[in-house]
């Protein structure tokens, strides 16, 4: 079954790259009323409770925390995984939102705070009932890669 | 100015209790503070009934009335109390307000909890909350801000290990306790790693117990022989803005803030602390923003010993979570009858000397980077 058929663990959380010139992107709720932004998108601007739209809300940043789970993992993901938060970059390319996330398994052992990190998506763990799922992860970037 | 009063405590050993049920724990809880308070069945007035999860674990509903009934209460209004941890203070809350209230002389809180079962696993906050999709489990988040202190303060593994090296001492002189041998700071390091830095050893584990309260008005309390003072009980929630600072935690702050201003009082005053040691990261960020020492220095603090029996002011002189073990709903209610206890000087070999004042702060839950629930309470005699 290729990519295309898979799931996202939920809606409305990412977008799923189409090619090469789409990177992923993860989305998030921003009202205009507010000029606020959130993420995930809630079903009401929590200040105007006008709701908000669905918005890309940025595909990079740098790693403000990170730690190993080491433990039994939760929903068929890899072990150890690694999660944290990610402080999005600011201004036209993203919202400045702190996001907690998954990091690439392959990276678990490479990660460090201040560290930058792209986004991407792919299989990973699955639904609760084995059905793999798409989940967001966050790359680091390494200065070869840049450009 | 008095919030209400705590005249009878009960609590049954927390460990793994597997012939017992959820009920039979409860109700031998209650049995056990009507009797130390000497209330009958008849002289309470509204019951409150705390658990976390025996809803998700055994699809039970409504079970205060079931233990209530067990000790002969019925009639009055029950209330069932679910606020993840913080679940039985949340019920004490509700039960002190009540009486503040004039609704009640007399109210009973019960706290119990079955959860050592097979295939238990690690707490999350349900599998439709995205934080769970991406792979949050209750110790990612205390390893987070464990990180992010050791980044900004220079918090040392170490000094994270000898919270739990303390609260072992001290639990080693609790005959509720689940785990009253003495460790190192070593055998705290050399753990197996859960989520990093957190070994085995620095995250509580899991129990089954129960623990009740008898509450009474400020005006029924002189009725009885041995009262504490309730000089404020706080309940707040996460304020879930974006983004989070992981190493000084306003929610807990807003609770001890409020708390401290409504009784009075400072931390200074505080002659001990029960607070919700979930993880030993957890103490540490709990010692901040409970004001006993500037953000940033708790890990001197315990190094110090200023936290440990015998110092400046003992923080949970019961042993914590990570010497109890944790039974969801019974944990914010076990809190209350510790400091209860050593107010009323009945506390033995863990006795804090000349202890007048204290304080029980507990924690639950998990949304958006941030708590769901903080209690503080603050006593006194």
């Keep these: ?147 | 100015m008095m919030l209400a009063s705590v005249i009878g405590v009960g609590m049954i050993p927390f460990g793994k209790h597997e012939e017992r049920t959820l009920v039979s724990m409860g109700a031998q809880a209650c049995r056990l503070a009507l009797k130390d308070a000497g209330v009958l069945p008849s002289g309470v007035d509204a019951a409150f009934f705390s658990c976390g999860i025996a809803s998700r674990l055994f699809g039970d509903f409504t079970i205060g009335q079931n233990v209530f009934w067990e000790v002969g209460i019925n009639r009055i209004p029950v209330v069932n109390v679910e606020n993840a941890c913080t679940s039985g203070s949340t019920a004490f809350f509700l039960a002190c307000n009540m009486v503040a209230a004039g609704q009640a002389d007399v109210a009973l809180v019960c706290g119990a909890e079955k959860m050592c079962v097979p295939g238990f696993g690690l707490i999350s906050s349900g599998e439709s909350q995205l934080d769970t999709q991406l792979g949050m489990v209750a110790p990612a988040g205390f390893a987070l801000r464990a990180v992010r202190h050791m980044e900004e303060y220079g918090t040392t593994a170490e000094q994270l290990a000898k919270v739990s090296v303390k609260n072992r001492q001290h639990g080693a002189l609790n005959p509720m306790a689940q785990f009253r041998d003495p460790i190192t700071v070593e055998d705290v390091l050399s753990a197996p790693m859960i989520v990093d830095p957190l070994t085995r050893l620095s995250c509580c584990p899991i129990a089954d117990g129960a623990a009740a309260l008898l509450i009474a008005s400020p005006q029924a309390a002189h009725r009885f022989s041995h009262s504490v003072h309730v000089k404020s009980s706080v309940l707040v929630t996460g304020n879930y803005e974006n983004p989070q600072d992981l190493a000084n935690w306003e929610t807990d702050r807003r609770g001890a803030h409020t708390a401290y201003e409504k009784a009075g009082m400072g931390p200074e005053d505080m002659d001990l602390v029960e607070c919700h040691d979930a993880f030993t990261i957890s103490e540490i960020l709990h010692y901040e923003a409970l004001g006993l020492c500037p953000p940033g220095e708790g890990g001197r603090l315990v190094d110090e010993g200023s936290v440990a029996l015998g110092g400046r002011v003992p923080v949970n002189p019961s042993g914590g979570l990570l010497s109890r073990g944790h039974p969801v709903g019974a944990t914010g209610v076990a809190q209350i009858v510790e400091v209860v206890t050593q107010l009323r000087h009945e506390a033995g070999s863990r006795q804090v000397q000349n202890a007048k004042t204290g304080l029980a702060q507990c924690m639950g839950g998990d949304k958006d980077g941030d708590t769901k629930s903080c209690t503080v309470s603050i006593f006194s005699v």
């Design chain 1, 1 to 147: 079954m290729s990519e295309n058929h898979i799931k996202p663990m939920l809606p409305d959380i990412f977008t799923i790259p189409r090619d090469e010139k789409h990177p992923p992107m993860l989305l998030g709720g921003y009202c205009r009323h507010c000029n606020a932004h959130y993420f995930p998108k809630p079903r009401y601007c929590p200040r105007c409770l006008e709701p908000p739209e669905l918005k890309e809300i940025g595909n990079a940043g740098i790693i403000h925390s990170l730690t190993v789970v080491r433990t039994k993992p939760p929903l068929g993901l890899p072990q150890p995984y690694s999660v944290g938060y990610v402080d999005l970059e600011k201004g036209s390319a993203g919202s400045g939102l702190r996001v907690f996330c998954l990091f690439d398994p392959e990276s678990v052992d490479h990660l460090k705070i201040g560290q930058k990190v792209v986004l991407r998506v792919g299989p990973l763990g699955h639904d609760g009932r084995g059905d793999t799922r798409l989940r967001p992860y966050f790359k680091p970037v390494h200065e070869n890669e840049e450009g």
